[in-house]
């Protein structure tokens, strides 16, 4: 394709800009072959001509389309330039607030200058176990990629991060260690994450200071290898650090400060402890007052020692060492304070009591004399001799100076190294990753040896870095097998053969240091004789013989030679140190102990920014003596070698910082410099790397999904290859354009256009920027010159000027003086005259108006009085009338109320008498009437409440109608004053008609008056009509506002009844969190107790015979229920593990005791919290008792109908009694016990009756007591029962009229018994309708005195009416609360009474068996002798429900039916819940021997072995849940058979007699819960690892809806993606594993409500994972995926309707997804758009909202970007939102469980166990 094809009219480019570097403009002509300029249009519209380069006809550079700008990888730009870089990420930076992008295998970072919440443990959750082009880049997905890649590798790794001073090179590297130790955790207890993190803030505080560019600029390299063991766990780590900068500790430029440690200390010197150290100010000490600036904003020094003596504690430096590195500090503060006075020219002296020196001699423990004598003179030895010499004072300061560094220098050493031990690996390291942590290229304006060091091992990095980025390109070409063709890029081997080769920089420098009398001149000639005509990169400047400049790969660099000797020797005076190695403190003498045996010296450089600091290395001690005289710059080749070596033996990954712009403003972007640090850090050499090539590369499916539109239906092959092959031979005609790869089409940069080359326009802005500082510098010195001599010649002159000035202004105010008097006495006399005459006037003029004022004032006062004496009369005459009126009302109430009443009692009268009438004994009609009476019971309350209502309501009516009652009286008033003066009238017209006679000129004048006065009456009486009817209207309007405010009032107590609950709810729930939460932080600290006792009895090879158990419960009596067996085990263990725990940490152990303790104390609090919630929703609910006593009411009346069925009976034997009588009496005389007689007839027949209705309620006895037992008894108990038929030969036997006689006795017993029975009944029922009525008459008196209230209160204004209605509701609430506490007490009392009693009984039940029944059986009923062995030995034969086992065999129970149980065959085979069932069966037959020790021993068993197999299966998800569902059907058995009255509701009376009987477990049911609460969260977690690799693909990257989302172009990093294919996930997917949950736990017989809790926290999971992964992003946050999403998440909908858990509030959980995909959707452009984004996007944090509007990115054409406007509109309308400002939801977030009592219905006795169970040791009772 030709360019001219290429550039036509509207195409967008790039041309250079002074100001912005690049511009955007757009073509206004089309570009023919042959022009010389193009004719443009910059964005700001205007018209420019640009000139093209008439040798090279170079184009500007083509810009991408909008599609493209803002991409992740900038190697999927199409226009791989510079300009298209630098947009790209001033784009991403400025518009989307995103600091990181990825240029290929580079992470560009630039520093926002602002805390962004994009650190978090959220977010390294979300990045961890992720692929690297699957997230937006973050300095996490490049730590998470060299994590995996050292996992999957097996190689080690290396992070190099590089940059400006102030560019965020410190804070990168520090996440990325948080990130390692955040995702891999330690391998021992030790912490050692903790340790590697703990060092930072003492680096920091040693080696970091203020700059002009950076607040904490770190002022050192530092390479950290952090190792790992064989499972990838840190298990220790090890510093190297590199050029220190020495010369900050004396020398610090204007607006910087020392090391931060300095600072500290002076902001703590009031501390106690520091008194001894003599600090003050740091404004007082010459080491850190020379910047002038010691504070920093935001940054308190105080405090920020605190942090660094905590990290030095963590790290194992004790106080002491602490107090030593302190007591070093002060005094080299004291050294710099030092004064020294010339004694002559050639020799110093400090005077004898220096307080400085005095304070610093007796810091390091050296003598005064000593001291101040080495600072004064210096040693010179020769061959025979030794001379001391004076030497001047600024020599004398010079050493001075260089002893101070020299001493922090070994302390920064000690430091390092004793941070290397704490840091060291107890274990043998498997693989590391290193962390550098070094400085970028540099380049001031005057460049000294620092500059020359740092820019030489960034020289040696970037050629590391050039040769890795050309393998990688490398290996991609030959992996799809495209011929690879060398492409040329920069090589700086020449620049580092200049600098570290043979007779190189560094060689003759070295050379020059040996030579007596060397000098940087003579150096600087040497250069230039060797390298200046060998070497194009060496070049000399022209006005300047001591400098010399070096072309780098970045940048010309001029260095000065001044001082490179003196730094390089890095000199010391030898007296000194030997002063030092005398001293007495013994810290300072370990510093200076190493000195001889160290392979190098820790010297600096003394007088630049940086030097080297090299750890000793024991295996070349033998060298040291050889090895003390290297140089610094030998010293740095070789370590500089040393840790190339290390990078080139592991898999590096870069990061390179950018720092935006110079005055650390945030989100503000300086293209210049942004392009110049692009250009020194290589990003732009790896771009051209890549455009070199085919930068560009897709795969065929991505290619053919994304162009199908090119293609006609003929092209369209199933083989894609070919499809795309034949496509692209069509499309582009140069073959040399692309290349086919086996997987992947190579494409060139731009596919045609893009042919210029980097190097040219590198070089070029290159000169362009020296020529612009030379300049620069040149006209800023003759600048300075001119103004200093101008600054000079003002001040003179002004100074003349301000003399003259200050005499004129003193005349002047002399004048003035004189003038001022004059005038005040003149104007003084003036206002006296005026002022006596203006008095005149007013005492006139007042006189008169007080006297107009009382004449007012008197009329007003009779006026008031007259009124006064009206309006009373008014209201009295009003208060009669109404008081009348509503003595009336209460009549006609109280006489409607009383009616009703009557009408009631009667009612209820002749109900009575109809139901005495009735059939008695009919149940069913009893049962019918009974609920006929509840519905009149409820329906009488509700009518007394309408009642209640309504006169409440006729109350404030009959207050409205009062008040209108007055308004019509006033009309009425009116109207009669109307009708008075019509009567007049009508008197005067007869009068006239009277003159009418007499004068008849005057009739029609008359006449005419009369109609138009009749006509004015007429429309005065219309008026009153249409008032009346407007004041109707009005009342009608008031009286339908007062209703709507009722109800409105009414409304708002609801809602606000309502949301009180619902706080009370949350709150509740919160503390349920909290509580469960610290639950889980017991089990990991026990769990890790666990483990260090088990790696403790591992390494003193002790065996453990037995099983051991760890007691994890916290109730008091599982805390005596451990075995013997145990507690001799730990004894033992203790004893063998004495001597081995004495010499470990101690201060972990003792840290966890603390930590456990403190979770108890949080854990019972919280518990005690607990209780109390509860207590105040019983309190809240103790009005519900008297709906319970009316409940009761009602019991008592169904009892009373029990006794009326009772009367009734009796009243029928009576009546058969009395025939017996009467028919005995009657034929006493004829044969009155003959088997004929009428008598013995109806005698035969009453028994018959009485026996066939006995018989009938055996049978139904023995029907109820059949259902209680299994068919399988029953069928047994029937074949022992005695037949039926032995009742008719009773009745047979009765022959004798003995026999007769005996019976009748015994009826006549029955008879006299049921009669007193019935009497006390009926003095019980009497006693409680006298209760009944008692309690309607205080009603009745409560409703009276409420009323009164209600009057009175009514009469009050409205704050006194409020006052008193709460007073009252205030004193009512009292007395109900006594009441209730007084029956809780009584309730109380009896309760334990019971219990007692219960105990004792229990006891003696053995003892109260066969005797006392026979005891109490009459001789008259030994006929039903027969029946007894029908009953009695059944019971005995009874299954109870009891399993009894014997101790020993206690172990064997939970082995079987716990550890060695499968649950799968369990769940399928048996009933749910069975291994639950047959544990409480144990309990209850150990309950049943009142065995206390059994009991403990088997609960405390159960809940270890329980928790044994959850560590043993707990990834198992079936396991899990069996436990679960089993553990809550336990805890359930132990509530529903506790014998507490609220667990009983639902029992049989079976199940009643089940109950435990001895002992209170209520202690057990809360360690109980605790458990279940554990394994709850244990599945909530094995569920999550499954669902978790299904979400995202299944919810965000598979395609549900084919063909709705395009693909655009990748990037790199998603081509080299570090994990493989691994099976995509779909929906479906997770839709099964959500049914096989769901399947699995209803197999278990898992409680439904706890199924609904499971669904609702899995819902959870997926919406917020899915919901973190679409924030993280950019390439998700698109329309279509929108719409993808929303249908996903209808289809897990849908899923719910299917299950029947719509109503489980796992929806809910999926309302931020929802909104988050439907504000994909919506239109986001104008302020409507925003308005329905903020009222739709309700469960969306504003974070959240704008993440997503900066994330947009679209796929297709027709899409539109998202505008800042837009998104800062969003902003402003959420400002008021009060929410946290976390971006991610939390996905580790578990909703509090809550385990509601779900009572069984399975009868115990009915349990059969099966033989598979192995569980034939068990006996059932």
């Not at 550039?7 to 912005?20: G, L």
């Not at 304070?359 to 005064?368: N, S």
């Not at 005065?1020 to 009342?1035: T, Y």
Request: glycine content about 4%; hydrophobic content about 35%; overall charge positive.
């Amino acid at each position: 394709m030709a360019a001219s094809e290429l550039y036509t009219k509207f195409a967008r480019v790039w041309v250079p800009d002074a100001e912005e570097v690049w511009k955007s403009a757009e073509l206004t002509k089309d570009y023919n072959n042959g022009d010389s300029s193009l004719q443009l249009m910059l964005e700001d519209g205007t018209n420019i001509e640009h000139k093209l380069d008439p040798k090279t006809k170079n184009l500007p550079h083509l810009r991408n389309p909008d599609i493209l700008v803002g991409e992740n990888d900038l190697t999927a730009l199409s226009y791989l330039h510079e300009p298209a870089v630098l947009h790209n990420l001033k784009v991403r930076f400025i518009d989307s607030k995103l600091i990181y992008t990825y240029c290929g295998i580079v992470l560009v970072a630039i520093n926002p200058y602002e805390s962004l919440p994009i650190y978090g443990s959220d977010i390294i959750n979300a990045y961890s176990g992720q692929n690297m082009g699957d997230m937006d880049p973050h300095i996490f997905a490049v730590a998470e990629e060299a994590y995996k890649q050292m996992a999957r590798d097996e190689r080690n790794q290396s992070i190099i991060v590089s940059g400006e001073s102030g560019a965020g090179k410190t804070v990168s590297a520090k996440y990325a260690m948080r990130y390692f130790a955040t995702v891999s955790g330690s391998a021992s207890e030790t912490n050692v994450e903790e340790k590697v993190l703990a060092s930072n803030p003492i680096m920091e505080a040693i080696g970091n200071a203020k700059t002009t560019r950076n607040d904490n600029s770190s002022r050192f390299g530092k390479y950290i290898e952090i190792g790992f063991d064989k499972r990838y766990r840190i298990i220790g780590a090890n510093m190297r650090t590199y050029l220190l900068e020495k010369s900050r500790v004396v020398f610090q430029a204007d607006e910087e400060r020392n090391y931060h440690i300095f600072y500290q200390l002076c902001a703590s010197a009031h501390l106690p402890e520091l008194k001894a150290l003599k600090l003050s100010s740091a404004d007082d000490f010459l080491f850190t007052k020379q910047g002038r600036n010691p504070v920093i904003d935001g940054v308190d020094d105080a405090k920020e020692l605190s942090t660094t003596r905590h990290a030095f504690t963590l790290l194992g430096i004790n106080e002491s060492y602490q107090m030593g590195l302190f007591q070093v500090l002060a005094a080299i503060l004291h050294l710099g304070n030092v004064e020294v006075k010339d004694r002559d020219s050639d020799s110093s002296v400090i005077p004898p009591s220096n307080q400085h020196l005095t304070a610093f001699c007796d810091l390091v423990g050296v003598t005064y004399q000593d001291m101040s004598h080495w600072l004064c003179h210096k040693k010179l030895k020769t061959a025979t001799e030794t001379y001391i010499k004076p030497i001047p004072r600024l020599q004398a300061t010079n050493a001075r100076d260089a002893l101070a560094k020299h001493i922090y220098a070994k302390l920064f050493n000690w430091i390092v190294e004793h941070v290397n031990k704490s840091l060291h690996a107890t274990q043998k390291q498997h693989s590391f990753i290193g962390v550098l942590d070094i400085y970028g290229f540099e380049t001031f304006e005057i460049n000294s040896f620092e500059q020359f060091c740092i820019n030489y091992a960034n020289e040696k990095l970037q050629q590391q870095f050039n040769m890795h980025v050309f393998k990688l390109e490398q290996e991609e070409y030959m992996r799809e097998q495209i011929p690879w063709t060398l492409i040329d890029f920069y090589d700086n081997q020449p620049c580092i053969n200049l600098i570290e080769s043979r007779m190189g920089i560094l060689d003759l420098l070295d050379e020059e240091c040996k030579m007596p009398k060397g000098s940087d001149d003579s150096w600087a000639q040497k250069l230039y004789n060797t390298h200046l005509k060998t070497c194009s990169l060496f070049e000399k400047p022209r006005m300047s013989n001591k400098a010399f400049i070096i072309q780098h790969f970045a940048d010309k660099v001029e260095y000065q030679c001044d001082g490179f000797l003196a730094k390089n020797k890095d000199t010391v005076n030898e007296e000194q140190i030997n002063v030092l190695k005398a001293s007495k403190f013994d810290l300072l003498i370990e510093l200076f102990r190493g000195e001889e045996k160290a392979t190098s010296p820790s010297g600096a450089v003394p007088g630049g920014r940086t030097r080297l600091s090299i750890k000793p290395e024991k295996t070349r001690a033998a060298h040291s003596s050889k090895e003390h005289k290297k140089t610094v710059g030998c010293q740095f080749r070789n370590s500089l070698q040393l840790l190339m070596e290390t990078l080139n033996a592991t898999t590096p990954h870069y990061v390179r910082c950018i720092k935006p712009n110079d005055l650390k403003f945030p989100f503000t972007f300086d293209p210049k410099r942004a392009v110049q640090q692009l250009r020194a850090c290589g990003v732009l050499e790896t771009i051209r790397i890549s455009a070199a090539g085919f930068p560009s590369r897709w795969t065929y499916q991505e290619f053919f999904s994304r162009y199908r539109v090119l293609m006609k239906q003929k092209d369209v092959l199933a083989d894609r290859k070919m499809t795309c092959r034949n496509v692209l031979e069509k499309l582009v005609e140069d073959q040399d354009k692309y290349q086919f790869g086996k997987t992947k089409i190579f494409f060139r940069a731009g596919q045609v256009a893009y042919l210029e080359k980097l190097r040219a326009d590198k070089l070029r802005v290159a000169c362009i920027r020296i020529q612009k500082t030379i300049r620069c510098w040149l006209a800023r010195k003759k600048y300075l010159r001119k103004k200093n001599a101008a600054i000079t010649i003002q001040r003179f002159t002004r100074g003349y000027q301000a003399r003259c000035l200050a005499k004129f202004m003193r005349r002047t105010q002399a004048a003035t003086i004189i003038q001022k008097f004059q005038r005040m006495y003149m104007e003084r006399k003036r206002y006296r005259q005026k002022q006596a005459a203006a008095l005149a006037m007013q005492t006139i003029l007042r006189a008169y108006m007080a006297r107009q004022k009382y004449r007012r004032l008197l009329r007003e006062h009779k006026a008031l009085l007259i009124q006064k004496h009206v309006r009373g009369w008014l209201a009295r005459q009003w208060y009669k009338r109404s008081l009348r009126a509503i003595v009336y009302l209460q009549c006609c109430t109280r006489r409607m109320k009383a009616r009703r009443q009557l009408k009631k009692l009667k009612i209820e009268a002749r109900s009575v008498e109809h139901f005495k009438k009735l059939n008695i004994g009919m149940e069913n009609k009893i049962m019918q009437l009974q609920r006929k009476i509840d519905e009149q019971n409820k329906d009488s309350r509700v009518v007394s409440e309408r009642l209640n209502s309504l006169e409440s309501s006729h109350a404030v009516e009959s207050e409205r109608m009062r008040t209108e009652l007055t308004r019509l009286r006033g009309a009425e008033e009116e109207a009669k004053n109307n009708a008075n003066r019509v009567s007049t009238l009508l008197e005067e017209l007869e009068r006239l008609k009277k003159e009418l006679h007499t004068t008849q000129k005057e009739k029609k004048t008359i006449e005419d008056w009369a109609q138009k006065y009749r006509d004015e009456m007429e429309k005065m009486v219309a008026e009153l009509k249409e008032q009346n009817g407007l004041l109707k209207n009005e009342k009608n309007d008031l009286n339908r506002m007062l209703k709507e405010q009722s109800q409105q009032m009414t409304e708002k107590m609801t809602r606000a009844l309502a949301e009180e609950t619902q706080q009370l709810e949350s709150d509740l729930n919160e503390e349920r969190s909290r509580y469960q939460n610290l639950l889980t932080e017991h089990l990991r600290l026990e769990e890790k107790y666990d483990d260090l006792k088990e790696e403790i009895t591992l390494s003193v090879n002790v065996p453990k015979p037995g099983h051991r158990r760890t007691d994890s419960t916290h109730s008091s009596n599982e805390s005596e229920c451990t075995y013997n067996s145990e507690f001799a085990e730990s004894e033992e263990s203790s004893r063998a593990t004495e001597d081995v725990t004495r010499g470990m940490d101690t201060s972990l152990t003792l840290k966890l005791q603390k930590r456990v303790t403190e979770l108890e104390q949080e854990k019972q609090s919280l518990r005690n919290e607990l209780e109390n919630k509860e207590d105040q929703f019983q309190r809240a609910r103790a009005r519900d008792d008297v709906e319970h006593k009316k409940a009761r009411g009602a019991e008592l009346e169904y009892e009373s109908l029990k006794r009326q069925e009772l009367e009734s009976e009796n009243k029928k034997l009576k009546h058969n009694l009395a025939e017996m009588r009467q028919s005995l009496l009657g034929n006493a005389g004829a044969g009155t016990g003959a088997p004929g007689s009428p008598a013995y007839k109806v005698l035969l027949d009453q028994l018959n009756s009485s026996c066939e209705e006995l018989d009938v309620r055996k049978e139904e006895v023995l029907i109820l007591r059949s259902q209680l037992v299994s068919q399988k008894e029953a069928m047994q108990h029937k074949e022992t029962m005695t037949d039926p038929v032995h009742h008719v030969e009773d009745v047979s036997k009765l022959k004798d009229s003995g026999e007769i006689k005996q019976a009748y006795i015994g009826l006549k017993d029955t008879n006299r018994l049921l009669e007193s029975q019935l009497q006390s009944q009926r003095r019980s029922y009497d006693n409680e309708v006298e209760v009944l009525r008692g309690e309607l008459q205080s009603v009745k008196e409560e409703n009276n005195r409420q009323q009164q209230l209600l009057a009175q209160n009514l009469q009050l204004p409205p704050e006194a009416r409020i006052e008193a209605s709460l007073q009252h509701e205030i004193t009512r609430l009292t007395n109900e609360n006594l009441d209730l506490m007084e029956q809780l007490e009584k309730q109380d009392k009896t309760i334990r009474k019971l219990k007692k009693q219960l105990k004792v009984f229990s006891k003696k039940i053995g003892e109260m068996g066969a005797g006392q029944i026979e005891g109490q059986v009459s001789p008259g009923q030994m006929v039903d002798e027969p029946i007894r062995p029908v009953n009695i030995p059944r019971r005995e034969k009874d299954f109870q429900g009891m399993l009894e086992y014997k101790k020993e065999d206690e172990l064997k129970l939970v082995k079987n039916l716990i550890l060695e149980l499968k649950p799968r065959g369990v769940a399928v085979n048996l009933i749910p819940g069975l291994p639950a069932y047959i544990l409480f069966m144990c309990l209850r037959h150990a309950d049943y021997v009142n065995d206390d020790q059994k009991v403990r021993t088997l609960l405390t068993s159960t809940i270890n072995s329980i928790k044994k197999i959850l560590k043993k299966r707990g990834d198992d998800f079936e396991t899990v849940s069996f436990w679960l569902s089993n553990t809550c059907r336990f805890l359930h058995c132990l509530k529903q058979y506790s014998g507490d009255d609220s667990f009983m509701k639902h029992n049989s009376s079976k199940q009643n007699e089940h109950c435990l009987s001895n002992f209170d477990l209520a202690e057990y049911r809360q360690v109980l819960s605790d458990l279940a609460i554990q394994i709850y969260q244990q599945l909530i977690k094995c569920m999550e690892n499954i669902l978790q690799p299904m979400i995202v693909s299944g919810m965000l990257e598979h395609e549900t809806i084919q063909g709705v989302s395009g693909v655009k172009p990748t990037g790199l990093r998603k081509r080299t993606s570090s994990i493989a294919d691994e099976g995509t996930y779909t929906l479906d997917s997770i839709l099964r594993q959500l049914s096989a949950f769901h399947s699995i736990m209803c197999q278990h017989g898992t409680d439904p409500e706890l199924i609904k809790q499971v669904v609702k926290q899995q819902f959870y999971i997926i919406g917020a994972v899915t919901l973190n992964n679409l924030l993280l992003r950019k390439d998700m946050c698109s329309w279509s995926k929108g719409m993808q999403i929303r249908y996903n998440v209808s289809q897990l909908e849908e899923w719910l309707r299917d299950k029947s858990l719509m109503v489980c509030g796992a929806k809910e959980t999926l309302e931020p997804l929802i909104q988050a995909a439907q504000l994909l959707q919506v239109k986001k452009k104008t302020d409507e758009d925003a308005e329905a984004i903020c009222s739709m996007c309700l469960a969306l944090s504003t974070a959240q909202i704008v993440k997503v509007l900066n994330l947009y990115t679209p796929v297709n054409e027709f899409e539109e970007r998202v505008s800042v406007t837009f998104i800062r509109t969003i902003q402003t309308r959420l400002r008021d939102r009060c929410e946290t400002p976390q971006l991610l939801m939390d996905t580790k977030m578990i909703y509090p469980v809550t385990f509601p009592f779900n009572p069984s219905s399975l009868a115990l006795e009915t349990i059969q166990i099966p033989s598979s169970l192995n569980l034939s040791f068990l006996t059932r009772v």
